[in-house]
């Protein structure tokens, strides 16, 4: 059976959604987007992904057509009309239909809301147990990654280049440093046991399941730095990971075919992983 997806206002089947051409987040990649990940059939974390819309949108003079509120409300009827047990639920809003294309704003064009569900295996995951492989690449994104908009050409050709050179995911690098992963962010625990991942700035996305990791991290008495690390800090590292909000933490257990230590998953993602489900499964709604 067909997907039923949200297009604005209605919810229909996926065959019969339809955008037209000149929408510009076709044609200009002129929108933002969340995914909030869905586990025994409620969303995990959905507050801050929506709160972090409204700051991208923002950021953007880009104007969200309905409330937070009823962006919850539509995202529940999807997973209910999918029957979504396990997954996740993407959004992504552009600036609309503008008519014709031309690079400036339009004035009083109606915003195009999109809204389906994927289903996904989330908690039993190979990656999580395994671990996965990364290489290190050039970040050749653009200067505002805080902002979650659906400009992601750059990450892909990150994300192909590594499935081609037989890894799993690429670790960005600017000015000889981390920036975060083709679609997660970055961690590392130094051989002391600091955790360490890249500061909230316009260079990287403010994750909304780094912030609770950290947060768990913290209070299991974890010490933390905010700052930047390079691949070879990294690759000298007790254990690295990244963390997203469909992955929650996968471990990364070598770095240009560099083990990172014995190779094997590391205690400190093993356990943030743990809790964090344990915390999404009690308190997700």
């Known amino acids: 059976m067909e997907r039923i997806v949200y297009l ?3 919810y229909i089947s996926e065959s019969d959604a339809k955008i037209s051409i000149f929408d510009r ?12 990940a869905v586990l025994d059939g ?5 507050a801050g992904h929506l709160a972090r819309l409204k700051r ?6 880009l104007e969200l057509p309905v409330t937070t509120e009823k962006l919850t409300s539509i995202q529940k009827e999807l997973v209910k009309l999918n029957n979504l047990k ?6 992504q809003l552009s600036r609309g239909n503008a008519g014709d294309r031309d690079f400036a704003y339009p004035v009083d064009t109606k915003p195009t809301l999109v809204l389906f569900t994927q289903v996904r295996s989330l908690l039993e995951c190979p990656k ?5 492989k990364v290489i290190s690449l050039p970040d050749i994104r653009w200067k505002r990654r805080d902002i979650k908009t659906v400009g992601l050409l750059a990450s892909c050709m990150a994300k192909q280049a590594a499935l081609s050179a037989g890894a799993d995911d690429a670790w960005l690098v600017e000015d000889s440093y981390v920036t975060e992963g083709s679609a997660n962010n970055a961690y590392i625990v130094t051989a002391e046991g600091t955790l360490v991942t890249h500061h909230l700035s316009n260079d990287i996305l403010h994750g909304i399941t780094r912030k609770s990791l950290l947060q768990l991290a913290e209070e299991a008495g974890i010490q933390i730095e905010e700052r930047r690390f390079t691949i070879e800090e ?14 929650f933490v996968w471990p990364v257990i070598s770095i240009d075919d560099y083990q990172i230590g014995d190779g094997k998953p590391g205690p400190v993602a093993g356990m943030l992983r743990k809790i964090y489900i344990d915390i999404a499964l009690s308190t997700a709604d």
């Open 56 to 61: 991208s949108c923002g950021e953007l003079d």
């Open 42 to 46: 409620k969303l995990v974390d959905n």
């Open 128 to 132: 999580a147990k395994n671990g996965i």
């Open 25 to 36: 987040g076709f044609l200009f990649a002129d929108a933002v987007y969340e995914v909030t």
């Open 234 to 247: 990294a690759c000298e590292a007790r254990e690295a990971f990244v963390s997203s909000a469909t992955t």
């Open 86 to 91: 396990e997954g996740g639920i993407y959004l």
């Open 8 to 10: 604005n206002g209605k």
